[in-house]
Structures are given as structure tokens and as C-alpha cells.
T-cell receptor
Framework: TQLLEQSPQFLSIQEGENLTVYCNSS?????LQWYRQEPGEGPVLLVT?????EVKKLKRLTFQFGDARKDSSLHITAAQPGDTGLYLC?????????FGAGTILRVKS | GAVVSQHPSWVICKSGTSVKIECRSL??????MFWYRQFPKQSLMLMAT?????????EQGVEKDKFLINHASLTLSTLTVTSAHPEDSSFYIC????????????FGPGTRLTVT
């Protein structure tokens, strides 16, 4: 059983559609991160959320941290082909980061 | 922002040979660096935590004698894959921790290793 359950695993949508990616756990975290990774590159940090109930916006991306700090979501509005990539949630676990399984997003034009 | 580099970006080696991958923090000092492995369309799996001046801490299931890690300075950690086999072919990513929290780490661009 993974510490972070990320869903869906794959998502293929048309340009302009909205989507939500979920990251759930039975554990409480002090912070949670979302990364985006393109093929052949390292992951790039999108956001860190630290407060229960926190909502952060990054252009068309909205990140939410659950009130109990056990789950998080990433919502993309009006997806564009440039949003295509692997989205990863991650959380601190001791002195390490643990990652969710990832969501492969493909936005078709 | 903090920059982490990796060298080489890709490498092809023959089975049975060893290959070294370097990870450098370019504009900050990192007492702790991490090495991850990633298979196609999968997430990052932590292999080991590298601490400057001390032995690396390996995750369960990672062979210490096969994946040698040396963190000789505050800006450089190396991963040597010894006696490489085709199943070692993967994308290896390092990160360097810039602050006191585990999430304050910056990732390198990765190294694609192909063992033939």
C-alpha cells in the first residue's frame, strides 16, 4: 500500500476541458507538494501547501489541501496542450519525500 | 532559484561495466542529496539519501554494493552503478536539499542510463 494514493493514473482530455487530480492518504502531513514533469526532465515544483484547508492558485491551476491535511487536489481549468505531462504529489515522511504514483495527463488539441 | 545539475544527461554502457553519474548543486551548498530512480511512465522511487562526509542511507531493496554513492563535498554527490546490467537501465534523478525541511529540495534534470 502506497503512502500517497494518487488518481487517476491516466487522463486524456480535449483542449478546453477541466480536470481534477487527487492525492489521498490515511496519514497526516505537515506539507504536501505538487510537481510537474516532462519526459526526459526532472520534476518541477508547482506548489507547496502547508495549512489545512489552504487553497493556492497558479494561473489556471488550483491546489487545495484538505482540512485534516491528509489529502490534496489539483484542478486545472480549460486545459491546454502545454499542460501535458506527469503530475506528481509528494509529502514529507521523516527526512524524505514520498511520491504518489503520478498522473499522466494528455491534452489533445 | 536553486539549480541542480547532473552529468551526463544520458549514457549508454555495455553490460558488466560501471558508470558514474554526478549531481552538483550550482549555487548553494547541500549537506543532503537524494538519488531517485524512475521507470517509464512511473513515479520517482527513492534509492538513497546521501550525506556529506558520511555513508549514504539506502532504501530497502537497494543494493549498496551495486549503487555506490559518494558525497565528497557540499556541492557534489556521485552515483556509480557497478557491473551494470540491462535491468539497471532507467532514468536516474538526483535532488539537493537546500533547507531544513525534506520538501526543500531541488531536482536535477535526470540522467538516462541505457545498458546494452
Amino acid at each position: 500500500t502506497q503512502l500517497l494514493e494518487q488518481s487517476p493514473q491516466f487522463l486524456s482530455i480535449q483542449e478546453g476541458e477541466n480536470l481534477t487530480v487527487y492525492c489521498n492518504s490515511s496519514s497526516v502531513f505537515s506539507s504536501l507538494q505538487w510537481y510537474r514533469q516532462e519526459p526526459g526532465e526532472g520534476p518541477v515544483l508547482l506548489v507547496t501547501v502547508v495549512t489545512g484547508g489552504e487553497v493556492k492558485k497558479l494561473k489556471r491551476l488550483t491546489f487545495q489541501f484538505g482540512d485534516a491535511r491528509k489529502d490534496s487536489s489539483l484542478h486545472i481549468t480549460a486545459a491546454q496542450p502545454g499542460d501535458t505531462g506527469l503530475y506528481l504529489c509528494a509529502a514529507e515522511y521523516g527526512n524524505k519525500l514520498v511520491f504518489g504514483a503520478g498522473t499522466i495527463l494528455r491534452v489533445k488539441s | 532559484g536553486a539549480v541542480v545539475s547532473q552529468h551526463p544527461s544520458w549514457v549508454i554502457c555495455k553490460s558488466g561495466t560501471s558508470v558514474k553519474i554526478e549531481c552538483r548543486s550550482l549555487d548553494f551548498q547541500a549537506t543532503t542529496m537524494f538519488w531517485y530512480r524512475q521507470f517509464p511512465k512511473q513515479s520517482l522511487m527513492l534509492m538513497a539519501t546521501s550525506n556529506e562526509g558520511s555513508k549514504a542511507t539506502y532504501e530497502q531493496g537497494v543494493e549498496k554494493d551495486k549503487f555506490l554513492i559518494n558525497h565528497a563535498s557540499l556541492t557534489l554527490s556521485t552515483l556509480t552503478v557497478t557491473s551494470a546490467h540491462p535491468e539497471d537501465s532507467s532514468f536516474y534523478i538526483c535532488s539537493a536539499r537546500a533547507g531544513g525541511r525534506a520538501y526543500e529540495q531541488y531536482f536535477g534534470p535526470g540522467t538516462r542510463l541505457t545498458v546494452t
